[in-house]
């Protein structure tokens, strides 16, 4: 499979532990914002994403906050499982365009 | 619901050989594609855009063209590889208007050699 991300940042968590993967983004402009999850030799998948009309946003497990003042997005997963092993990107929009911005990833490993 | 069909999943090629990788979405009609490549410990790099049936915006100038002839079909194309085109390409699919996320495919590992 794509060995995407050999040298990305790595959070390294306890299973049953709740992990944070932190994302700075760039443009001001921006007003929508996504997380995906990368498994190897996958494409990226949609986990969650949030307006920046919004604070916070809740799905199943995972949390995202929104913190427009700093430019920063964070993905809360709860109760971290081994298959939330992954690389997880960050994507920003800004509305009337059709460019989206990727972060560069964070690889999360779950530890039994 | 929406799917999104990429292939092939690998692809060795010589170097100086032609390429055509094809994507099709399913479920959707007039959605956004787009063709991303995806170095190791890199984000995403956009290299196409199509809004529409023969449309198509290029990102990053190099020795890689799109097409789209149908609605739901995007074709990334090259006619002479160079080794530095080898990569992670993605296609990806989103609705018209704001507040729409990308949904991709499982992508095409291309190696040239």
């Known amino acids: 499979g794509e060995s995407v991300g050999l040298h990305l940042p790595t959070l390294s968590v306890q299973e049953g532990d709740n992990s944070i993967i932190n994302c700075a983004y760039s443009?001001?402009?921006?007003?929508?914002f996504i997380w995906y999850k990368q498994e190897s030799g996958k494409g990226p998948q949609f986990i969650i994403d949030i307006r920046s009309n919004m604070d916070k946003r809740q799905g199943q497990r995972v949390t995202v906050l929104l913190n427009k003042t700093v430019k920063h997005l964070s993905l809360q997963i709860a109760a971290t499982q081994p298959g939330d092993s992954a690389v997880y990107f960050c994507a920003e929009n800004t509305s009337g365009t059709y460019k989206y911005i990727f972060g560069t990833g964070t690889r999360l490993k779950v530890l039994a | 619901s929406q799917t999104i069909h990429q292939w092939p999943a690998t692809l060795v090629q010589p170097v100086g050989s032609p390429l055509s990788l094809e994507c099709t979405v399913e479920?959707?009609?007039?959605?956004?594609l787009y063709w991303y490549r995806q170095a190791a410990g890199r984000g995403l790099q956009l290299l196409f855009y199509?809004?529409?049936?023969?449309?198509i915006s290029s990102e990053v100038p190099q020795n890689l063209s799109a097409s789209r002839p149908q609605d739901r079909q995007f074709i990334l194309s090259s006619k002479k590889l160079l080794l530095s085109d080898s990569g992670f390409y993605l296609c990806?699919?989103?609705?018209?208007?704001?507040?729409?996320?990308?949904?991709f495919g499982n992508g095409t590992r291309l190696t040239v050699t």
């Open positions: 990806a699919w989103g609705r018209f208007g704001p507040n729409s996320p990308l949904h």
């Open positions: 443009n001001s402009a921006s007003d929508y």
């Open positions: 479920g959707t009609s007039n959605p956004n």
């Open positions: 199509s809004v529409g049936i023969g449309q």
